[in-house]
């Protein structure tokens, strides 16, 4: 409340004299406001979630981090502090660790999603005395985002006889439908963090990050820039993402194109997939994971499938085709075997990354889509059930076996 009077009186000060101080200027500049997707935050189930996970104090004890700070630099690192911890809070939670914090599954993504939110918000509308501009904004929020998502916190020992795989997820997304709606691709991200599984050529250690279903961050290279300085020292990689209703779907092509889909800020991209160097753009990518040994495991309980299909121009041609065995020489992507919207990016731009690298011939990577995770019959209203746990869990063993295998074939 004190800073708060002296941030008023000092712009009376300068509307009365005609003088701003830089401070003044600062102060009278208004922040921006919050976004739609953070807008979402003030709906009863996601404060549901956040109360019912423990995770309710999170935005308000980083506020406080905030106002603490004194300096630029030092709310930088409040907010990498901050957001580490989120993240790690929400793997040790998912993982057994530490207390539940609720009676919300542990195994749950929701809590990560809608805290983090309540964190940008708070970087979005923070107004300090010492004033921001945009570019220093910005960057809080990116520093906030990276490592609340694990993306910098990607850590394998050194040393022989262990794999290396490299496993991304997503948040949860079409909340204008369901705001209750959880993403198992990053409940799977969770649970594995840091985890170890034996393969039959040794042990493999996972390690993970979250993106976010934004076109806009897509555009600006958080994936390659995540992706790059490790894909060279990993043994297998897969992007997870969820896809069609009970089945896995192992995708084989990957299409240059974004069909216009709106993301969680209800914006929508229709365009080639914008990357670095266009001129040497692919129009389609391929998986290199043991597709065919992954398929005839038996993994789980839903089915999985060597997903060929694709949408395509042929080469001459005007109209969108569907080509059910892949593409054709010379055709123009219209959408991957996961679609047109950011799973099929986000393996579009994994694959693209490893070609460009060298390693189409040494490093085994892909996308695998996952069952929808749905509620049980007849819940339109709770935020959970014993059914929608069970989906979850189930999706999440087998994910995990799809990785043990995998990484056997390769």
Do not use: C
């Amino acid at each position: 409340m004190n800073s708060l009077r002296v941030r008023l009186g000092v712009l009376g000060l300068a509307l009365l004299t005609g003088f701003t101080t830089p401070t003044a200027a600062s102060a009278a500049r208004a922040a921006p406001s919050p976004t739609v997707e953070e807008q979402r935050l003030g709906g009863a189930a996601p404060q549901e979630i956040l109360r019912r996970s423990g995770f309710d104090t999170v935005a308000p004890r980083f506020a406080e981090a905030l106002e603490a700070a004194r300096s630029y630099g030092e709310a930088r690192r409040a907010v990498a502090r901050e957001g580490s911890r989120l993240w790690r809070r929400a793997v040790d939670r998912a993982q057994g660790r530490g207390p539940a914090g609720g009676d919300i599954s542990r195994d749950d993504d929701r809590p990560l999603y809608w805290a983090r939110l309540g964190m940008t918000r708070e970087v979005r509308t923070w107004e300090p005395e010492f004033g921001l501009t945009g570019g220093q904004r910005a960057t809080l929020l990116d520093e906030l985002e990276r490592t609340s998502r694990g993306q910098d916190a990607i850590r394998y020992p050194h040393g022989h006889g262990l794999k290396r795989i490299l496993l991304t997820g997503f948040d949860p997304f079409t909340l204008d439908r369901d705001i209750r709606i959880s993403n198992p691709s990053g409940a799977t991200a969770l649970a594995f963090d840091g985890t170890v599984i034996e393969t039959a050529d040794g042990p493999a250690r996972i390690e993970t990050a979250v993106f976010p279903v934004r076109w806009k961050d897509f555009t600006d290279g958080t994936v390659e820039r995540t992706l790059q300085p490790y894909l060279p020292k990993v043994d297998l990689f897969t992007t997870v993402s969820q896809g069609r209703v009970g089945r896995f779907d192992i995708e084989r092509t990957n299409g240059a194109w974004r069909g216009g889909f709106g993301d969680n800020d209800n914006i929508g991209r229709t365009e080639t997939v914008p990357v670095s160097d266009p001129a040497s753009q692919p129009q389609w990518t391929t998986t290199t994971l043991p597709h065919a040994a992954i398929v005839a495991a038996p993994t789980g309980r839903f089915p999985v499938y060597d997903n060929t299909g694709v949408t395509e121009i042929p080469a001459g041609g005007t109209e969108p085709v569907v080509r059910p065995d892949g593409p054709t020489p010379g055709s123009t992507a219209r959408a991957g075997g996961g679609g047109d919207y950011l799973s099929n990016e986000i393996a579009y731009r994994a694959t693209l990354l490893r070609d460009r690298l060298g390693l189409h011939g040494t490093l085994p990577g892909g996308h695998v889509h996952t069952p929808v995770l749905r509620f049980g019959a007849g819940n339109t209203t709770e935020v959970t059930d014993p059914e929608f746990v069970r989906n979850r869990l189930d999706i999440i063993a087998q994910v995990r076996t799809i990785l043990r295998v995998a990484a056997e074939g390769s």
